[in-house]
């Protein structure tokens, strides 16, 4: 599959560029999302594609969406949208990476969920006993597992800017108590069904974030969901609390930014061949492990 930076449709608006995607909108009621090559660590979007990353998003998203769709609704409307366009030279070259979904109302929160210790959370959890105004047992040691899951939102922050944590009160202010709540309880309920899932494949979904949006009065899944780069994925067989955790995620880019001291901020430096390389294996790793036999697989 062709390594894909930056996409042009000539024949289709483009809405807006993402850290990761590309956003077209072929009608009033839908969009087009193509998930490029594009990697963001920090918030900053790295000058070097991962290639297959997209394609590897999409198919992880797209069987999440399916599997899911009985616990809450989600955007898809077609997940191989290049299929109804033959001869298009623009659409084939969106093959395996992109889908045509609803259109919905962002609601302007992020909602995190919680499994194991890591990441801000632990960086706040070492600060304060607590996450997001939620009062954690004492003693916990980095990437320990929590009692349980717990729902951790954060804003929406512009491009460039970091997402902050906040507490459930904050997100009640900004969308409202029973949307928030609506949220909150959705995102327990995906992330319960899908760390269950992905445990018996060796996979161990430390913390995901979920995006919601408004369809028609009803609250459904946008975005992406459960891929490499929305969630902290540690193979369970080398899961060793107490510290930092291998993983088949974007941990391995950012781990390598911290040992260079980078400083989250742009301009991002160029990565070594070998760290592109290994971020492939493990974004692919991580579909193969997920989704064994899902005809995404024939999209890479």
């Known amino acids: 599959m062709e390594t894909v930076f930056e996409t042009s449709i000539p024949e289709l608006k483009l809405v807006a560029r993402g850290k990761v995607r590309d956003i077209y909108e072929p009608d009033p009621e839908h969009l087009l999302l193509v998930a490029t090559d594009r990697l963001s660590a920090f918030d900053v979007v790295m000058p070097d594609p991962i290639p297959g990353k997209g394609a590897v998003l999409t198919a992880l998203s797209s069987f999440w969406f399916d599997r899911t769709k009985g616990i809450i609704p989600n955007h898809m409307h077609d997940a191989r949208p290049w299929a109804g366009q033959p001869g298009n030279a623009s659409y084939a070259s969106l093959k395996g990476r992109a889908v045509l979904v609803h259109k919905a109302e962002p609601v302007l929160i992020e909602a995190v969920i919680r499994g194991y210790l890591s990441g801000s959370g632990w960086t706040e959890y070492r600060k304060t006993g607590s996450i997001c105004g939620i009062r954690l047992p004492a003693g ?46 959705s995102a327990l309920r995906l992330y319960t069904e899908a760390s269950k899932y992905a445990l018996e494949r060796g996979i161990i979904i430390a913390d995901t974030k979920f995006e919601f949006g408004m369809l028609e009065g009803k609250l459904i899944v946008i975005d992406e969901m459960l891929t490499p780069d929305s969630s902290r994925f540690w193979p369970r067989d080398d899961y060793r609390p107490g510290g930092a955790q291998p993983s088949f995620d974007k941990q391995f880019v950012r781990d390598y930014l911290l040992s260079i001291n980078y400083d989250k901020k742009p301009p991002a430096p160029k990565l070594p061949a070998g ?12 579909l193969v492990r997920l989704a064994p036999g899902h005809e995404s697989l024939n999209w890479i």
């Not at 804003?155 to 997402?163: F, L, R, S, V």
């Not at 902050?164 to 969308?175: L, P, Q, Y």
């Not at 760290?275 to 991580?286: M, P």
């Open 140 to 185: 916990l040691t980095e990437s320990a597992r929590l009692p349980e899951p717990v729902f951790t939102p954060s804003t929406k922050a512009p491009q460039g800017e970091h997402d902050e944590n906040v507490t459930f009160e904050v997100a009640a202010s900004r969308v409202g108590t029973e949307l928030a709540a609506q949220v909150r309880d």
């Open 275 to 286: 760290i592109i390389r290994k971020t492939t294996e493990k974004y692919r790793e991580a």
